[in-house]
């Protein structure tokens, strides 16, 4: 009996163990800074604007042709149901407090690091958020790209943004901007204000003042230390019909410990019973 209890756990343990592991795998994607999903501040370096992108409109372009200027770079992906709409929510609220001229003394860049998404969702996203902005907020100020995984990478890593993609659905990444200087240097990385967890989250914004220092010293080419406020986080979650999946795998698990323990008590009770039988 004892050996076959043993079998018998060690079958669930094992069948437990091939479907979390089948449905638990993430890989890095795309870049290549180390580490889990987060920020590594790399002020003082510059990005690469020769990397290509692609406007809403699907024309070429270099990253530098839209530089000239500080610039507010933001990293999301275009089909995120996550912190990514709010993210670029409080971008369009943010603007309007600054003291700083749109399209004139600044320019705001947001590149979707899936390389899935295209020209025609950026251009849809871009409708969505230039509304917010107001009428007086000229449309060449807020650029939507999107890339080739190659020069998404270069870009990623260039800003120390390490992000995954899931097995499941989705991305988790970090939501931060980075300000960069008239020839692609960066000069500060600007976070949200409030907790750093997304799950807690009902809102996002980032500060007037921390966004108009950035701009203020990326226009003078002068480096500075982040101001220390949240990182938040934008984690992938499974749609309607994986959640249904995963509840049921969780459900499987929690029944199959049920058994194991209601055969280790049975088994404990068979034991007592004959010990009892065959008395002193």
């Not at 089909?79 to 943010?94: E, F, H, N, R, Y």
């Not at 939501?175 to 807690?200: H, N, P, Q, W």
């Not at 406020?229 to 459900?251: D, T, V």
């Not at 698990?253 to 010990?275: D, P, T």
Request: aromatic fraction near 12%; proline fraction near 5%; charge should be positive.
């Amino acid at each position: 009996m004892r050996n076959l209890l043993i079998a018998f756990t060690a079958a669930c343990v094992m069948l437990l163990t091939v479907f979390y592991a089948g449905v638990g795998g993430r890989e890095e994607f795309p870049s290549g800074a180390s580490g889990d999903v987060g920020v590594k501040e790399h002020t003082g370096r510059s990005i690469p604007l020769d990397a290509v992108f692609y406007d809403e409109q699907g024309h070429e372009l270099a990253l530098g042709q839209l530089f000239g200027k500080p610039v507010v770079l933001s990293l999301i992906y275009y089909t995120c149901s996550g912190i990514c709409p709010l993210l670029l929510s409080a971008i369009a609220d943010v603007t309007s407090k600054l003291q700083f001229a749109p399209g004139k003394d600044y320019a705001l860049i947001t590149i979707s690091f899936d390389p899935e998404d295209t020209p025609g969702s950026a251009r849809e996203l871009k409708k969505n958020y230039m509304k917010p902005v107001g009428g007086a907020f000229p449309a060449e100020a807020w650029s939507f790209l999107t890339g080739t995984r190659e020069n998404i990478a270069k870009i990623l890593d260039a800003v120390g943004f390490t992000v995954k993609k899931d097995d499941i659905q989705g991305f988790s990444h970090p939501a931060a901007l980075v300000v960069l200087s008239a020839d692609g240097k960066i000069i500060r990385y600007v976070y949200t204000e409030g907790d750093g967890y997304f799950a807690s989250r009902s809102s996002v914004a980032f500060q007037p003042f921390d966004l108009s220092l950035a701009i203020g010293d990326a226009a003078k080419g002068k480096t500075g230390l982040s101001v220390s406020r949240a990182l938040a986080y934008c984690f992938s979650r499974p749609s309607k019909g994986q959640e249904a999946f995963f509840n049921i795998l969780k459900i499987s698990g929690v029944i199959i410990v049920f058994l194991v323990l209601s055969f280790f008590v049975y088994l404990v009770a068979s034991g007592r019973k004959q010990r009892i039988r065959k008395g002193p």
